[in-house]
């Protein structure tokens, strides 16, 4: 059995084919109870790409449930090859 956390993909769960279950556990729950505790306000939640913005959304969602004031953002890479960093905004 693997114990995986925060997986990029659900696909991933496929690598390690039929015999090998995968469990994919979240952190969110944990850290959204973790900054309630620290009593923040304001919160900007950055995705570091678009293929992350979904997760970046919900985390931002368990912080609003909890009270807090969230933001979303996102990073947008722009290359101008292949591992070529052009710019990011």
Known sequence: RVCCVDLHCGQ??????PRTPVDN????????????????????????DAGGVARAKM?????????MRASLAMIITQRR????LGSEI
């Open 25 to 48: 556990l979240w952190a969110t729950p944990i850290a959204v109870s973790y900054f309630k505790t620290r009593e923040l306000n304001n919160v900007a939640v950055v995705s570091p």
């Open 12 to 17: 991933i769960q496929g690598f390690f084919g």
């Open 59 to 67: 985390f931002r969602e368990g912080l609003e449930a909890q009270g």
């Open 81 to 84: 090859s292949t591992g070529e």
